[in-house]
């Protein structure tokens, strides 16, 4: 068995090739796709992204963060970037330093809310702030022994998740009954029972002056609430808020982000309604469905282009969700790949479970085989007790593997032993006759390492002296990618000394590197990653939907986590079930539901549900009703430039840059103009400013869409004055007033629709 680790997490992100820091701001939103770009250049007001599986989601965020740096206009320390996990919020501080875009916090809820809350609280409590517990379940085993309850260690993590429930939706324990009935809450015991344990577990707490993660958000939420002043502080200290997976956001971090944010909507968030699959810790996508409601000015960009999977699992994916019902279905993305055709989704059906898992294997084997690396193929289950028999079938089949939500990489006894090694040779390696003769980091870290068991050859088999070396080898390519990414970027060479560095800042974030091996996982602690082939296994009625899924929210929400699995994969996809658990027993399981209509030879159970959204950018309005106008640079259409003077913008390029003006359409534009502005009794400027003519004299538009891309020609001026604009583009002659619209009433400037131009050049 090769252990556990989270060495997936970045295996995408570390194959991107780091070529040094943009060179400026503009550099930054090189590469961005339309709607990316304008998640990155829309940093004025609140903006909310709706970003589909694999749609470049995190890429889009960080360049936001890091242009609004490198352009000046946010400050690295005044913004707080939050997230759910140690690893994205580690993600998330390399891509921006890799932008260039250093100093800026990104932390998980729990994280930025602790580190308020030592710093706050001598000042708001008083002391020294109560202990943190690691783990929670020892307390509530000994309050629910006091109260007399014999429970497994399945029921008491059951118990455990009910308390944390109860605390992230803000419920104390006398409520938590009444909660439950109206949650519709499916309680895994009576809840009498629980609130009884929570009752205790809580005392139990008082009594050792020990607080939870969940307290953590409490008590930060009770100071900035009862502490003007303090409240004020962390206001002053952070100006600008981003929040990823804000559909996993619980009711107790929504306060908090609340009293972050004070009155100000300098707010970012991002999230996809569609891969809610955590209701069951308090998260809810209502804040994200709300987000419009509760900032009627905001931005709301869709990204549906997705780069990760092949147009083939992208159907399946749509597919999936086109019979979703409930809420967050009717705000579903319909997904557009990028990538080129691939093979199709494969479905196989098993006479039984060890013939699946041997199947399963098998077909990994045969990818391996081909080159496919261990580390890109995942099998994901709905629950972990489905892992072992996939265990023995990969390791009949000679195939190493890794099982995550297991041991952690940086707690493995030989990466902690090499750690103290590499430690060691950084502060005396000139003396350490294993240097002797190695030059450049790599070269060092595999001398070092050969110390500890590591050899230029794996060894043969599998077992624990294969797993050992894995975990090496992982270290000594980590090395090389340090050792290349600088390289590309024209910085010096790394020493041992940066590259432990960056060992401990892995060690912090949970941020492993790369260990070979095929990764088994829920579906749910797959959330967030990908695989180039992904086994989506054990899929029958009872375990896809589970059983104990009643109600029709519970079955949306598996629906929900079947669709995260199947966008995990980038290429391979297999979809597979077992009509009986052991060989020679009735086959009389059916596949899942949600297959219906997707797998060959089934027809779709239920009506579809209406279509996605496709990708696009809609603009809030302001109290007025008038549409907000684009924020964001307009950029040169011969240099690229972003402009900012009214003038160059009007004209869409530099001032400085070569004109192709036709003069002749010009100077018929502003005959025209003169003729037009006498009839309606205006001045000519109201018709169209002499920099939006110009404009339109130097793109010579087609149609009313390249038309209506020039700025100050609004929906109002494009129905009014759009068709004689066309017509002397294209070289015709107006005729008189029935033909031109001379005849028609005067207008005032207040008819003018969103969109349109200022009365003067000069104008904002």
Known sequence: ??????????????????????????????????????????????????????????????????????????????????????????????????????????????????????????????????????????????????????????????????????????????????????????????????????????????????????????????????????ADRVRTQYQHFVVDEYQDVSPLQQRLLELWLGDRDSLCVVGDASQTIYSFTGATPDHLLDFRTRHPGATIVKLVRDYRSTPQVVHLANGLLSQAAGRAAEHRLELVSQREAGPEPVYTEYADEPSEAEGTAQRIRSLVDSGVPASRIAVLYRINAQSEIYEQALVDAGVPYQLRGAERFFERPEVREAGVALRSAARFGGNDTLLDGAVGLPSQVRAVLSGKGWTDEPPAGSGAVRDRWESLMALVRLAESLSAGRSASGGEEPTLADFVAELDERANAQHAPTVEGVTLASLHSAKGLEWDAVFLVGLTEGMMPITHAKSDAQIEEERRLLYVGVTRARFHLHLSWALSRSPGGRGGRRPSRFLNGLRPGSSASGAAGRPGGRGGIEHGSTSGGRSRKRRGPVRCRVCGRSLTDPGEVKLMRCEGCPSDLDEALYERLREWRSERAKQLGQPAYCVFTDKTLMAIAETVPEDDRALACISGVGARKLERFGADVLALCAGEELGGDEETGLGEQSGTNAELGAGDEPQSDTGP
């Open 1 to 230: 068995m090769t252990a556990a680790t989270d060495s997936t997490l970045f295996t995408h992100a570390e194959q991107d090739t780091f070529t040094g820091p943009p060179r400026d701001a503009d550099a930054v939103l090189e590469g961005l796709d339309p709607e990316q770009r304008e998640v990155a250049t829309s940093l004025r007001g609140p903006l909310c992204v709706l970003a589909g599986a694999g749609t470049g989601k995190t890429r889009a965020i960080t360049h936001r963060i890091a242009y609004g740096v490198r352009a000046g206009i946010l400050p690295p320390a005044g913004v707080l970037a939050v997230t759910f996990t140690n690893r994205a919020a580690g993600e998330m501080r390399g891509r921006l330093r890799q932008l260039g875009a250093e100093g800026v916090q990104a932390r998980t809820f729990h994280s930025a809310a602790l580190r308020q809350l030592q710093f706050f609280w001598p000042r708001a409590v008083g002391g020294e702030l109560p202990r943190l517990l690691e783990r929670k379940v020892q307390l509530v085993a000994e309050a629910a022994a006091r109260c007399r309850l014999r429970i497994d260690r399945s029921e008491l993590r059951d118990l455990t998740g009910e308390i944390e429930w109860s605390k992230v939706t803000q419920t104390v324990p006398e409520d938590y009954p009444a909660m439950v009935a109206k949650s519709g809450r499916l309680a895994p015991r009576d809840p009498a029972e629980t609130a009884k344990v929570f009752a205790l577990y809580e005392q139990l707490k008082r009594e050792r002056s020990a607080i939870d993660f969940e307290d953590v958000l409490l008590l930060t939420v009770g100071v900035l609430q009862d502490r003007p002043d303090i």
